[in-house]
């Protein structure tokens, strides 16, 4: 499946189909879960709306986003387009460059194997575009990347 962004420029400032925009940056975009969180598990360092790393994408419950500490502040919210889901920053990543960001993989300790591998899928070979503080009413897609019940990649 081929991702398409949608997105014109004007003054630096990218706007995505309707509506007033947030600033927009490019990231190295990567995922983990729960066989690569440290420690293991979804247990995340800043909880904003999930007590545990978690999120459909969408703005009322968006995914927990990882970031290196100190980039972003907790609660900050992103929109990746390509991806067509909402973020929200509720963890830090030790390993984390400052233009990277580490999205959560719905899993629960089962089929970690599986879960590496669609991590790996997943990972684009480059950096995409984040908008930053978007508005609500964005395209968005509820399939999680992985179905942790089926050990399957939603790839």
């Given at each position: 499946?081929?991702?398409?962004?949608?997105?014109?420029?004007?003054?630096?400032?990218?706007?995505?189909?309707s509506?007033?925009?947030?600033?927009?940056?490019?990231?190295?975009?990567?995922?983990?879960?729960?066989?690569d969180?440290?420690?293991p598990?979804?247990?995340?360092?800043?909880?904003?709306?999930?007590?545990?790393?978690?999120?459909?994408?969408?703005?009322?419950?968006?995914?927990?986003?990882?970031?290196?500490?100190?980039?972003?502040?907790?609660?900050?919210?992103?929109?990746?387009?390509a991806?067509?889901?909402?973020?929200?920053?509720?963890?830090?990543?030790?390993?984390c460059?400052?233009?990277?960001?580490?999205i959560?993989?719905?899993?629960?300790?089962?089929?970690?194997?599986?879960?590496?591998?669609?991590?790996?899928?997943?990972?684009?070979?480059?950096?995409?575009?984040v908008?930053?503080?978007?508005?609500?009413?964005?395209?968005?897609?509820?399939?999680?990347?992985?179905?942790?019940?089926?050990?399957?990649?939603?790839?």
């Open positions: 499946m081929k991702l398409s962004m949608f997105v014109c420029y004007a003054a630096g400032i990218a706007t995505f189909w509506g007033s925009a947030g600033a927009a940056s490019r990231f190295e975009v990567t995922f983990y879960g729960w066989p969180n440290d420690p598990g979804n247990a995340i360092s800043d909880p904003v709306i999930h007590q545990g790393a978690g999120g459909t994408g969408t703005s009322d419950d968006p995914i927990t986003v990882a970031v290196r500490q100190g980039r972003f502040q907790p609660g900050t919210r992103m929109y990746l387009p991806l067509r889901k909402y973020l929200i920053v509720e963890d830090t990543c030790a390993s460059e400052s233009d990277q960001i580490d959560w993989m719905e899993s629960d300790g089962r089929f970690d194997e599986q879960v590496i591998a669609c991590e790996e899928a997943w990972t684009p070979d480059g950096p995409l575009e908008e930053i503080d978007p508005p609500q009413g964005r395209p968005v897609s509820t399939t999680p990347f992985f179905d942790k019940n089926s050990g399957r990649c939603n790839r």
